[in-house]
């Protein structure tokens, strides 16, 4: 349902409409030390430079999602692409690994063909790595035969971790050992990405492996024809508890920095109503972010970092309205991950007052909590006034690490309180 019906007459000072424009407003201070990919609208996986904002989209369908921004990740597994490299041929047992057999997901010839010898054998290929007691293992997979898949973390036959995938119908299959979850994702063109997470498993795996199955079940061995295989592409092992955007490795592991999106000084304050307004936001989350103390799809921060005001804070569940800091037992709405969310907080009378403020998610309305932490005044003219605001993170200073994880498809301000009823109507789905 389209929310312009719902707008109200009072012209925003704030529109950042970013699934429809993919593009920065000129306001905007953006930053990420590395490169990072995203899907673009041709549904293939591609590359954004140093500090060039990514824009993702829908694999099968090339919908805009909006501004991708997400926490700095490692992927532990060196070649990623290449399976025939000797990190990962010298764990291949009982088949063989041909390169470059395939076109991979970023649209390269670039995808190899794992392909279990005749006979009923354990077949499998991977590699002695020391995995993070929770770890996010992420596999670009594509039948060419063979119908299942497992990955595992731990000796093989000896697993501390394992998620079974069925890679012809895209459905996932069963899991044990410290897996808490495991996810299947359509990557068009035949692709899916496979992923399981294990959290806190408290020893560290000394293996990763890719394994033929002979179901969507726990099975050791299975039975090869010397033909059938499956392509792999694109194995990232992240320190963390879901998976994030590819990585590509070759001879060293790579780190993805952090985005940080931020209106910063006159940018802002020429904007913003001192002590009032009310943001919209429109967004999907990927997952909880690493660090303990959570982010903020919109915050408001001060050049001297001694306050800021959260709002619709993500931290392994959603926080509405209005915290200072963000650890407040606040209203919650949670199950957010890969879902659609609608979000809006008004609010006045210097983000003091409970009753002054109200927020609705995705039509739903909850009460707000307003509380400082921090032992100075709530009102923010007694630390200076607001004059930054993050998008997208906790903006307690300009490099702060705090990044939610997920894409932004539309953030708005108005310069004043909307009424109750209509920060509902702005948020149904």
Not at 189 to 194: I, L, T
Request: proline share 3%; with cysteine; net charge neutral.
């Amino acid at each position: 349902m389209s929310i312009k019906r719902f707008f109200p007459d009072t012209r925003p000072t704030l529109d950042l409409n970013f699934a429809a424009t993919k593009r920065l407003d000129p306001r905007i201070t953006y930053a990420r030390d590395s490169t990072g990919t995203f899907v673009g609208s041709n549904g293939l996986i591609q590359s954004a430079a140093v500090n060039q904002a990514r824009f993702d989209h829908n694999p099968l369908t090339g919908e805009s999602l909006g501004l991708l921004v997400e926490e700095d990740r490692t992927n532990l597994n060196t070649y990623s692409e290449q399976l025939d490299n000797g990190v990962w041929s010298g764990g291949l047992e009982n088949g063989t690994v041909t390169p470059n057999t395939a076109i991979a997901p970023d649209g390269t010839l670039t995808a190899d063909k794992f392909v279990p010898t005749a006979g009923s054998a354990a077949h499998g290929v991977g590699r002695t790595i020391a995995a993070p007691a929770s770890s996010a293992v992420s596999v670009y997979v594509k039948y060419a035969g063979q119908q299942f898949v497992q990955f595992h973390l731990g000796q093989f036959a000896l697993t501390q971790a394992w998620a079974t995938f069925d890679i012809l119908n895209g459905v996932t299959g069963t899991t044990g050992g410290s897996t808490i979850s495991s996810t299947i994702t359509n990557a068009g063109n035949g692709w899916y990405r496979c992923s399981f997470t294990r959290v806190n498993a408290g020893t560290a795996a000394f293996g990763f492996y890719i394994v033929s199955s002979a179901s969507a079940g726990f099975a050791t061995a299975s039975t090869g024809d010397g033909t059938s295989g499956i392509h792999i592409w694109g194995l990232q092992l992240e320190a963390g508890s879901f998976p994030t955007s590819y990585i590509p490795t070759v001879a060293s592991t790579v780190t993805r920095a952090q985005e940080l999106v931020s209106i910063l000084g006159s940018n802002f304050t020429s904007l913003y109503s001192p002590n009032k307004g009310t943001f919209f936001v429109q967004a999907s989350i990927t997952g909880e972010r690493n660090n303990t103390s959570g982010s903020a799809l919109v915050s408001l921060g001060t050049t001297n970092n001694d306050t800021f005001a959260g709002f619709l804070t993500f931290d392994n569940r959603l926080d509405v309205g209005i915290t200072i800091p963000s650890e407040a037992n606040v209203a919650q709405f949670s199950n957010l991950t890969g879902k659609l969310l609608k979000g809006a907080t008004g609010f006045d009378d210097a983000l003091t007052s409970n009753a002054a403020s109200a927020s609705a998610i995705n039509g739903n309305l909850y009460n707000v909590n307003v509380v400082n932490n921090y032992g100075v005044s709530n009102t923010p003219a007694a630390v200076g006034g607001y004059d930054r605001l993050g998008i997208g993170r906790t903006i307690r200073s300009i490099s702060t690490y705090e990044s939610i994880n997920g894409t932004i498809a539309r953030l708005t301000y108005w310069p004043t309180r909307l009424p109750t009823a209509q920060l509902q109507a702005l948020t149904v789905i």
